[in-house]
């Protein structure tokens, strides 16, 4: 009997084993028991993570933060298309001139020896506004504009940015204390003065023309120099003229541009002209053998650049009557018909522009040509001045040259006001200056922060969440498994007692 006895025994504990193997106990309560009881440390150990990640990246990736930004924008006609005032491509990158650093280093009194380092930490970014970018990405049907032109609006996909960003790491610049803001604010200020420089044309005509000493020139020659000054000079106020839609008046020499043109033409119809009969009609010179050998070698020249001139205008009519206008087709909705148009393209455009620049070209060369033969004729022909009238010739060209210069000195100070208060004065703008503030660089290591700092919190979360849960389960397995093994002995007790009564 005994020996039957041990066997139900097993056999009940054994199934016990199997059922309690079987049975995972998972208690919601006894869940949020354990969040409840681990809470604290999850919030000291994340709030401790929060300080310590921003502190720790303040601490060992100093370098990274030491930038500073500022937003620069550009308002002139022809930025929009990515050209300079000058009609060339627009080059950002002349921001961090190498001459316009060394004014800002210059004037903060900072050796130039970091100026490389400045030049290199200097960068930017191209700001393209929402609207463009809609511009840009959206598709219209040429039908929505009624108009031939929306076919080319199609392929208008292309957008050049007007403001930019602009972002100085001056991390190996050697800068301390407030200089980074002051080195970044003066180069800044100094790209306008630079700006206007380049693209205003100021003092461009009165430098290349007062850097002729006409003295060093024979008498004829003198003539030369001075006529080819004075159509410069007026060219150029031409070109000022044609941008001008307000006619200016300049306050420093109350001139206008059709003042200045004026002017230039009546010395050249009047003083040069005058001088240049007396010159020829009485042979003042200085040598003659050699004033003949310049004429001659002039008429040479000359003679070629009117045949190279005459081939070239002859090539682009050629061009023109065999240029084929462009066909555009427009198709219905259906694929069938449509509207056809001829249209010019721009290289047709471009044809006749050179066309009418070719032409004003030879006839140009044309007339000098003949000028200077005629020179040529008249100082073969006719005997040399006396010293008196070359005495008198001499003091009429420094009487010419007076008025000249006086005259481009007048026109770079009413080119100067023109392109500094109007053309261009509001051609560039400082939007936002450099921050000097100590904001800029928390705000930067906050942001570098944020990433990291939210990857190492949901991973932080999810360890005490885990952990709680798994505890949990531990607890109330080890909490069953004890009622059961207390339930169990109970019964097993009942049954021995009851094994151990007679049948």
């Known amino acids: 009997m005994s020996n039957m006895d041990e066997r ?3 056999i009940i504990l054994k199934n016990q084993e199997e059922s309690d193997k079987e049975e995972v106990i998972i208690s919601f309560s006894a869940f949020v028991t354990q969040l409840k009881r681990f809470l604290i440390f999850w919030l000291t150990a994340a709030l401790l993570i929060g300080i310590l990640v921003p502190v720790f990246l303040a601490v060992f990736t100093a370098d990274q933060h030491k930038k500073l930004d500022a937003l620069i924008s550009f308002n002139y006609p022809g930025i929009e ?3 300079s005032p000058d009609g060339s491509a627009f080059d950002i990158n002349a921001v961090k001139n190498p001459n316009v650093i060394k004014k800002a280093l210059t004037e903060l009194g900072i050796p130039l020896t970091s100026l490389e380092e400045i030049r290199q930490g200097i960068t930017f970014e191209g700001i393209v506004p929402s609207d463009a970018i809609d511009r840009i990405t959206v598709y219209k049907s040429p039908y929505d504009q009624g108009n031939i032109k929306a076919a080319d609006a199609i392929l208008e996909t292309t957008y050049y940015p007007t403001q930019f960003r602009v972002i100085f790491d001056y991390s190996l610049a050697g800068l301390e204390g407030n200089q980074p803001v002051e080195v970044f604010h003066s180069i ?4 306008g003065d630079d700006f206007l420089e380049t693209y205003g044309f100021n003092d461009a005509v009165g430098s290349a023309v007062t850097a002729l ?3 060093t020139y024979d008498y004829p020659e003198q003539i030369d120099v001075f006529d080819t000054s004075l159509d410069s000079m ?7 003229a044609s941008s001008d839609s307000t006619r200016f008046r300049s306050t420093v020499t109350g001139y206008t541009f059709a003042d200045l043109s004026q002017a230039i033409q009546t010395i050249r119809d009047t003083d040069l002209t005058m001088l240049s009969s007396e010159i020829l009609m009485n042979n003042v010179t200085k040598n003659k053998p050699a004033l003949v050998d310049y004429y001659t070698h002039r008429i040479e020249v000359l003679t070629r650049e009117v045949a190279v001139a005459q081939s070239e205008l002859n090539a682009i009519n050629q061009a023109i009557e065999s240029y084929q206008l462009g066909t555009v087709i427009i198709y219905g909705e259906s694929g069938q018909g449509g509207a056809q148009y001829n249209t010019n393209s721009e290289e047709y455009d471009k044809l006749f522009d050179k066309k009418v620049s070719a032409t004003t070209t030879l006839s140009s060369k044309q007339e000098r040509l003949k000028d200077y033969q005629k020179r040529l004729n008249m100082l073969k022909a006719q005997t040399d001045a006396a010293n008196v009238q070359v005495e008198r010739i001499a003091k009429e ?9 006086e005259l481009i000195n007048k026109t770079n100070a009413t080119a100067n006001e023109y392109y500094s208060t109007v053309y261009l004065s509001n051609s560039y703008n400082i939007l936002v200056p450099p921050n000097s503030s100590g904001l800029t660089v928390t705000k930067s290591i906050i942001r ?5 700092l939210v990857i190492i919190e949901a991973l932080l979360f999810v360890i005490y969440f885990g952990y709680a849960f798994i505890y949990s389960i531990i607890l109330e397995n080890k909490k069953r498994k004890a009622d059961k ?3 169990g002995s109970g019964e097993l007790s009942a049954v021995t007692t009851e094994k151990k009564q007679p049948a």
């Open 8 to 10: 139900n025994v097993n």
């Open 81 to 83: 298309k990515g050209l």
């Open 188 to 191: 800044l200020k100094y790209y």
């Open 213 to 215: 000493d006409y003295q």
């Open 234 to 240: 007026q060219r150029y106020i031409s070109s000022l």
């Open 397 to 405: 060209m420094d009487a010419l040259n007076a008025k000249v210069t």
């Open 448 to 452: 570098s922060a944020v990433e990291p």
């Open 485 to 487: 093994e207390s339930e």
